[in-house]
Protein backbone atom coordinates (compact mmCIF):
# COMPACT_ATOMS: atom_id res chain seq x y z
CA UNK A 1 0.00 0.00 0.00
CA UNK A 2 1.57 3.19 -1.35
CA UNK A 3 1.41 5.79 1.87
CA UNK A 4 2.86 9.61 1.45
CA UNK A 5 2.90 11.38 4.53
CA UNK A 6 3.51 14.94 4.63
CA UNK A 7 5.40 17.20 7.59
CA UNK A 8 6.77 20.79 8.13
CA UNK A 9 3.76 22.98 8.00
CA UNK A 10 3.13 25.43 10.99
CA UNK A 11 2.94 29.25 10.98
CA UNK A 12 5.45 31.40 9.94
CA UNK A 13 5.62 35.18 9.14
CA UNK A 14 5.30 36.95 5.86
CA UNK A 15 9.06 37.00 4.71
CA UNK A 16 9.77 33.67 6.59
CA UNK A 17 10.63 30.73 5.31
CA UNK A 18 9.55 26.79 6.05
CA UNK A 19 10.79 23.35 4.48
CA UNK A 20 7.90 20.77 3.87
CA UNK A 21 8.53 16.47 3.53
CA UNK A 22 6.98 14.34 2.01
CA UNK A 23 7.97 10.68 3.09
CA UNK A 24 6.86 7.62 0.69
CA UNK A 25 6.24 4.20 1.34
CA UNK A 26 5.03 1.15 -0.17
CA UNK A 27 6.27 1.51 -4.04
CA UNK A 28 9.86 1.83 -5.53
CA UNK A 29 9.75 5.75 -4.81
CA UNK A 30 12.61 6.51 -7.19
CA UNK A 31 10.45 5.22 -10.37
CA UNK A 32 8.51 8.07 -10.15
CA UNK A 33 8.07 11.69 -10.66
CA UNK A 34 6.51 13.92 -7.54
CA UNK A 35 5.03 16.75 -7.16
CA UNK A 36 3.33 19.02 -4.31
CA UNK A 37 0.01 20.75 -4.53
CA UNK A 38 -2.29 23.32 -2.53
CA UNK A 39 -5.65 24.33 -1.57
CA UNK A 40 -6.50 27.36 0.21
CA UNK A 41 -9.96 27.69 1.65
CA UNK A 42 -12.31 28.17 -0.63
CA UNK A 43 -10.44 27.24 -3.36
CA UNK A 44 -9.56 24.06 -5.82
CA UNK A 45 -6.62 22.48 -5.48
CA UNK A 46 -3.61 24.12 -7.29
CA UNK A 47 0.04 22.94 -8.92
CA UNK A 48 2.99 24.46 -7.02
CA UNK A 49 6.04 22.20 -8.32
CA UNK A 50 7.37 18.62 -9.66
CA UNK A 51 10.33 17.17 -9.71
CA UNK A 52 11.11 13.82 -12.20
CA UNK A 53 12.14 10.71 -10.97
CA UNK A 54 16.20 11.84 -10.87
CA UNK A 55 15.97 15.19 -10.15
CA UNK A 56 16.76 16.33 -13.79
CA UNK A 57 13.26 18.13 -14.61
CA UNK A 58 11.46 20.73 -12.16
CA UNK A 59 8.63 22.71 -12.87
CA UNK A 60 6.98 25.27 -10.44
CA UNK A 61 3.85 27.22 -10.52
CA UNK A 62 4.65 31.28 -11.64
CA UNK A 63 3.55 32.27 -8.47
CA UNK A 64 6.11 30.29 -6.42
CA UNK A 65 9.05 30.25 -8.86
CA UNK A 66 12.24 31.99 -7.26
CA UNK A 67 10.62 31.24 -3.57
CA UNK A 68 10.22 27.84 -3.60
CA UNK A 69 12.39 25.02 -4.59
CA UNK A 70 11.48 21.48 -4.68
CA UNK A 71 13.79 18.43 -4.21
CA UNK A 72 14.47 14.84 -3.14
CA UNK A 73 16.46 12.10 -1.42
CA UNK A 74 16.25 8.68 -3.20
CA UNK A 75 18.15 7.22 -0.55
CA UNK A 76 14.99 8.30 2.03
CA UNK A 77 12.52 7.96 -0.17
CA UNK A 78 11.74 11.56 0.72
CA UNK A 79 10.50 15.04 -1.50
CA UNK A 80 11.21 18.32 0.16
CA UNK A 81 9.62 21.70 -0.59
CA UNK A 82 11.83 24.61 0.69
CA UNK A 83 9.49 27.71 0.94
CA UNK A 84 11.54 30.81 1.49
CA UNK A 85 9.78 34.75 1.63
CA UNK A 86 6.45 33.32 2.53
CA UNK A 87 3.77 35.72 1.44
CA UNK A 88 0.00 35.51 2.91
CA UNK A 89 -1.03 33.79 -0.11
CA UNK A 90 1.04 31.21 0.17
CA UNK A 91 -1.43 29.97 3.02
CA UNK A 92 -2.97 26.60 2.80
CA UNK A 93 -3.42 22.93 2.93
CA UNK A 94 -0.36 21.78 1.39
CA UNK A 95 0.06 18.01 -0.39
CA UNK A 96 2.81 15.67 -1.95
CA UNK A 97 1.45 13.46 -4.60
CA UNK A 98 2.98 10.74 -6.70
CA UNK A 99 0.82 9.76 -9.60
CA UNK A 100 -2.83 8.72 -8.60
CA UNK A 101 -1.66 8.97 -4.81
CA UNK A 102 -2.01 11.95 -2.36
CA UNK A 103 -0.66 12.08 1.46
CA UNK A 104 -2.83 13.92 4.11
CA UNK A 105 -1.77 17.54 3.74
CA UNK A 106 0.22 19.72 6.08
CA UNK A 107 -1.38 23.26 7.07
CA UNK A 108 0.87 26.15 6.05
CA UNK A 109 -0.29 29.94 7.38
CA UNK A 110 1.79 33.16 6.60
CA UNK A 111 0.56 35.65 8.56
CA UNK A 112 0.94 39.33 7.64
Known amino acids: QVQLVESGGGLVQAGGSLRLSCAAS????????MGWFRQAPGKEREFVATISWNGGIINYADSVKGRFTISRDNRKNTVYLQMNSLKPEDTAVYYC?????WGQGTQVTVSS
Open 97 to 101: NSNKY
Open 26 to 33: GRTFSNYA
